[in-house]
Every structure is written in C-alpha cells, then in structure tokens.
C-alpha cells in the first residue's frame, strides 16, 4: 500500500498523541521485525505488530487504529521484550487500543468485540475474572454454546478452571471507582463500531 507523506502527517496530533501515551520513541524502531516473528497471535493478524509501527512512524494513525492487529493483541509482551532498540511494542498496541475505543471503534470480529466486553463487564462485577463463566457467556453471544466443550473436564481437573467462584469482592466501591476514572471522558466506547 502507498502513502502520501506530509509533515502534517508525521507530526500530527494523533502521532504525537501515541508516541505520549506510550511513552515510546518510534523513530528508533528500524523495521528488523523480531517483534513480529515473536508474536504469538501474528498468524491472524490483518498487520504485524512492526507494521503496526510503521504506520505510526510515518503518521498513518488512522489506518493503524482501524486494525484488527490492535484488538487481536494479547499483551503479552513478547515483542518488548525482543525488540533490539528496547521499544514497547505492547505500550504502543495499548495506546492504539484505548484511543481507537475512544473514537468509537470496535473490533470488527464478533467475537474479539464480545471477548472484550464480557471480560470488562466481569471484572468489573466481580473483581476478578472468573474463567469458565466468560468462556460460556461468550460462546452463547457467539450463538456456539458447545464450543470447546470437550476440553473443560481435562481443564477443571488440572485446575486450571473452577466450576464456581464466590470469593467475596473485598473492596466494591474502590474497584467501582477505578472503573468510573478509567472511563471518564471515554464515552464508554459508544460510536461508529460496525454491528455483528
Ligand atoms: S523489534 Fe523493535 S526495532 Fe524491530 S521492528 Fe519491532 S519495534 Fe522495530
Ligand atoms: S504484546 Fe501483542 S503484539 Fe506483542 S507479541 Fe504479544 S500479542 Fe503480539
């Protein structure tokens, strides 16, 4: 794909807001890619976490924050930790992500979009995630209700997922608070993301 540089581009708003936000520098990233050969989820990405950064380097903001690459990341922060010139790549994923949520857009995967609810509208009930309940909320949203079925005895008996959590949440208000301050002046993600 061709882009028209500017200097309006390179400096714009937008650029200068994710090089804040991140924290990072990306005119030292040089494109050798070893973000994107260690990043677990790359094979379905629509772009590489190091394309990712290009575009940003060259003031394309909106065409990154319209990726499905930045909703796909899982944060894990392999890229990081691999990159030669010490960039946060999953600094600059986040950032990308918590702008284009302000904006309004949405992943345009069904099921990365209900991924994304469920998990927030649990952790903000509960206060912690509970694993086995999001895995079958999100499988009825996604009209799959038997999905990956097979797999939760083994799972359950290795615990690595519990059929019940009923911790008490020790601290209800301070994590409603925390949740409000997050969203303020978020417009809690409302706008021009596309239907199922
Ligand atoms: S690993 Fe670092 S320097 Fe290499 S492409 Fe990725 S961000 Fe750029
Ligand atoms: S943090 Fe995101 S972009 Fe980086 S390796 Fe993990 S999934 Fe890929």
Not at 71 to 92: M, N, Y
Not at 180 to 194: I, N, Q, V
Request: hydrophobic share 35%; net charge neutral; proline share 4%.
């Amino acid at each position: 794909m061709r882009y028209l540089l500017s200097k309006e581009a390179l400096r714009s708003e937008l650029a200068e807001r994710v090089a804040e936000e991140s924290g990072q520098e990306l005119a030292r990233c040089y494109q050798c890619g070893k973000c994107s050969s260690g990043c677990p989820l790359a094979e379905e990405m629509d772009l590489l976490p190091h394309q990712v950064i290009r575009l940003v380097q060259l003031g394309q903001v909106e065409e990154a924050l319209r990726s499905e690459a930045i909703w796909l990341c899982a944060s894990c922060e392999t890229c990081s930790v691999r990159c030669p010139k010490g960039i946060d790549v999953r600094g600059v994923m986040d950032a990308l992500r918590r702008i284009a949520y302000e904006r309004g857009l949405k992943p345009r995967e069904p099921g990365v979009r209900w991924f994304e609810e469920l998990f927030l509208q649990e952790v903000r009930r509960r206060g912690r995630l509970w694993e086995l309940g999001l895995a079958a909320l999100l499988n009825v949203r996604l009209w799959r209700p038997f999905r990956d079925i097979s797999l939760a005895p083994k799972l359950l008996m290795k615990g690595k997922l519990a059929l019940r959590q009923d911790e008490e949440l020790p601290d209800r208000k301070g994590l409603e608070e925390l949740f409000e301050r997050a969203l303020k002046g978020k417009g809690e993600g409302e706008g021009e993301g596309e239907g199922d």
